[in-house]
């Protein structure tokens, strides 16, 4: 699909992370030093999904997502690859180490106000082998979910009042194609 041509871009405002800028009438926020985005649907040796749980001061909630983070956002590795993003944020985040990781998915996850691309990976044979946590400032709590109970404890999730992140499902929504897959072989 070919891009239509549009009006040069203004800047609004910048902050240390993010940058809003308008073009063409649209309002809209920019990630300038970042690559990517990468989200990791793992899977333990065991059959349990790993999420994790963090505070999310935006939606002043807890919320359920699938491990992720930026490419290129740490000093001196700008030019960091997606996959090797998605490894670090998986053993950052949980201390899972995963035995494959392959991207499955690409595209936008807020087309209407944010030039984001997120690229989903799929993590197989995810080992603990460290605490993780997060870095900095980030308290990020795992959860190792046996698929069997996944929709189960989601729900109990968000009765509990924590938010659940749509890409949770979709993450779901590819384990259960694998699965129906695997049925039918």
Request: charged residues 25%.
């Amino acid at each position: 699909m070919a891009r239509t041509p549009s009006s040069k871009k203004r800047l609004l405002a910048e902050g240390a992370h993010l940058r809003l800028v308008v073009r063409g009438g649209w309002e809209f926020v920019e990630r300038p030093k970042i690559s990517g985005i990468v989200v990791i649907v793992g899977t333990t040796r065991h059959g349990c999904v790993v999420l994790v749980t963090q505070w999310r001061e935006p939606v002043g909630a807890y919320v359920v997502e699938w491990p992720a983070g930026l490419a290129g956002d740490v000093a001196g590795h700008e030019t960091e690859a997606l996959e090797e993003a998605a490894r670090r944020e998986l053993f950052e985040e949980t201390g899972f180490q995963a035995a494959t990781m392959n991207a499955v998915l690409t595209g936008p996850p807020s087309p209407g106000i944010s030039n984001e691309i997120v690229t989903f990976y799929r993590a197989r044979g995810m080992v603990r082998t460290a605490s993780g946590g997060g870095r900095g400032a980030e308290r990020i709590r795992t959860h190792a979910v046996p698929m069997s109970w996944l929709v189960e404890w989601l729900e109990r999730m968000r009765a509990k009042g924590f938010l659940v992140d749509p890409k949770v499902y979709a993450g779901a929504y590819l384990l259960r194609g694998e699965l129906d897959e695997w049925l039918h072989d």
